[in-house]
């Protein structure tokens, strides 16, 4: 405490973010997160007690601070669907067709509901062979069965896995196997009152009906399994998961955003290279005038300006970074961009005045880069190489000298611009020559991200635990005050920092 420092006459160590950013001595580099080191607090508190709890958008709040990025080698509905579960947020890319990239982004709004409002239905003269059918697309066969096979008719019958399993001719009636005798709910009821029945009767599915007995929704077993094993999972208010889409500024780009919202997205991500563009400005206010209440998040920008831009256009959110990840060669082939941690301590001072939260994208390496980001008053990390080779990726594993891999290539590679992501950096589409500001590349098996994501989170914990901030809005309050206390490192220092004087070492990163 500064009375302890008073009392003994000792000077404070290191120096505040202003002091680094914007003193005379400093103003005029740009930092990377490896050039800093955030200095040590007090710890009255276990890891414990450590909350994540942020923002992505004014209106979307985060149990932890983690959103994929929407990169064709990263996010799908696997890796959403996960990151919801966990607490954070995917956002699904966009170098796919409108509806392929609203399927994906349907499967994330349907895997774990409360009440599903619109299940799938079949009628009695459909065949065992329509339900298999059924379960090769969606995964699922507890279909409730209605007179017309339409949601909002009278409920006749579900049909399960154990009525179908031991049937050898698909083309049976579902009317000759389906279960007739029903556990039921009847409106109006409650989320919490469907699932006790759920409980009690045993059943994997529960649908409910209206007096006249037609059905108006279904409850499934998983869900309550999934609600037990993910208490953080990031939800909409119908208790769905929260699922996020990028788009481009083209003008096709407010089709793709209208079949996208009718898919139930939560928040739109405006994605470009550059974000202070007019293309993007109009955009931002043609969604604001279609979808008042769609959160949108703007971008790319790194300085003060650019930000100020998108916030009077109307954004709710900011993604911060401009050539600093590590497939992105942005920086080599356009000289623009700047160093991640100026970027953001800049973006983050000006947008707080606004309360727009901002997102750091690039340069996220492990969990360290996590918690500078975070110090320096981003409210999430976007993550694509931490998150890229792991299960719920895209693509497929392959080994390349004994090692397990999994592909992993910037939006501006040449491979991924020509399957659609060239809009990202080709605004207006009417360049001749594609110009890379990307690589295509391999990263190593990371496993699981139901292992995986915990991890980050610990790593994530010990960081603001070491640096005496029991949450994230404690730790950015210590930001502005200038409690937080920073040093830049030289070269030496960074390499101290690292592993150094072993002939061989193993690193895991967790057991």
Known sequence: ATNDL???????????????????????TGYTYDDIIVLPGHINFGVDEVELNTRFTKNIALSIPFISSPMDTVTEHKMAIMLALHGGLGIVHYNMTIEEQASEVRKVKKFRNGFITDPFCLSPTNTV?????????????????????????????????RDIDFVEDHRTSLNDIMSKVLVTATEPVTLSEAHDLLRTSKKGKLPVVNAAGELVSLISRTDLMKNRDYPLASKDKTSNLLCGAAVGTRPTDRDRLTVLVAAGIDVVILDSSQGDSIYQLEMVRWIKEQWPELQVVGGNVVTQKQALHLIQAGVDGLRVGMGSGSICTTQEVCAVGRPQASAVYSV????RRFGVPITADGGTANTGHIVKALSLGASCCMMGSLLAGTDEAPG??????????????????????????????????????????????????????????????????????DIGANSLSEMQTMLYSGNLRLELRSPAAQREGGVHGLYSYEKRLFG
């Not at 008073?6 to 005029?28: H, L, M, P, R, V």
């Not at 697309?137 to 409920?155: C, M, Y």
């Open 6 to 28: 008073d009392d003994f006459n000792i000077e404070e160590d290191g120096y505040s973010a202003t002091d680094i950013f914007a003193s005379k001595f400093g103003s005029c």
């Open 129 to 161: 062979g329509d339900v298999r059918s059924v379960k090769a697309e969606h995964g699922f066969a507890g279909i409730p069965v209605t007179v017309d096979g339409k949601l909002g008719s009278k409920l006749v019958g579900i049909v399960t896995n």
């Open 348 to 351: 983050a001072k000006l947008a």
């Open 396 to 465: 497929e594993y392959f080994f390349q000298d004994g090692v397990r891999l999994k592909r992993y290539r910037g939006m501006g590679s040449i491979d991924a611009m020509s399957a659609g992501s060239e809009k990202r950096y080709n605004w207006t589409g009417k360049a001749n020559v594609k110009v890379a500001q990307g690589v295509s590349g391999a990263v190593v098996d990371k496993g699981s991200l139901k292992r995986y994501i915990p991890y980050l989170l610990q790593g994530t914990k010990h960081g603001l635990q």
